[in-house]
């Protein structure tokens, strides 16, 4: 691949740690909202919190990955290029958004360490962060929801930037995201609109 066309898209895997994120979290949030349709205690309400969980701590770790490939990489920047307090914008957005993809799971790892509850991942059992305390961990809980609520909402922002970026303001964020020949489909499409 040529440098100029390296220069104005993300490394293939930084865009595959986007989507595999975003499959995670549709995952996780898929499990959390199914499980109040079984009762209390039952085997598939327990299974799917496990899950929830473990999917959870898996977007901890590769977002943790995609931090140091980002912190290693001299990223593609936006064309044209935005203004100053958009760009402050977008970097606070980036920002709020990796504190929630970090934070997250580890508010959940607490917070089944305060309930004293086991904290699986994948056959593995993970050592409590916290010592039980379930008054706390139920706050911890409410804590955790809360965020998670707020979570839909960042998600959408982020979503709907992007989408504003492509659209209305034409330049090149979506397509820095996205795998190559999506990339050059959309662009084609959307030279083809523009023309």
Same mark, same amino acid.
């Given at each position: 691949m040529n440098d100029t066309r390296m220069n104005t898209r993300y490394p293939p895997l930084i865009i595959g740690a986007h989507w595999l994120t975003l499959l995670l979290l549709a995952g996780v949030y898929a499990l959390i909202e199914?499980?109040? /349709? /079984?009762?209390?205690?039952?085997?598939?309400?327990?299974l799917m919190k496990a899950w929830h969980f473990m999917l959870?701590?898996?977007?901890?770790?590769?977002?943790?990955?995609?931090l140091g490939v980002r912190h290693r990489t001299r990223l593609a920047g936006i064309?044209?290029?935005?203004?100053?307090w958009q760009q402050s914008l977008a970097t606070l957005g980036h920002i709020v958004l990796y504190i929630f993809l970090v934070g997250m799971p580890l508010l959940g790892w607490v917070t089944l360490s305060l309930k004293g509850k086991p904290i699986p991942f994948f056959g593995l059992e993970l050592p409590a962060l916290a010592a039980a305390d379930k008054p706390l961990g139920k706050e911890f809980e409410s804590i955790h929801e809360l965020i998670g609520n707020i979570g839909y909402y960042l998600i959408g922002l982020h979503a709907l930037a992007a989408l504003y970026h492509h659209h209305f303001l034409h330049d090149n964020s979506l397509l820095r995201m996205l795998p190559a020949k999506r990339a050059a489909w959309l662009a084609a499409r959307s030279a083809r609109r523009s023309s």
């Open positions: 199914l499980r109040t /349709f /079984f009762p209390k205690d039952s085997d598939p309400r327990e959870g701590l898996t977007v901890l770790l590769v977002t943790l990955a995609r064309e044209p290029p935005p203004p100053a």
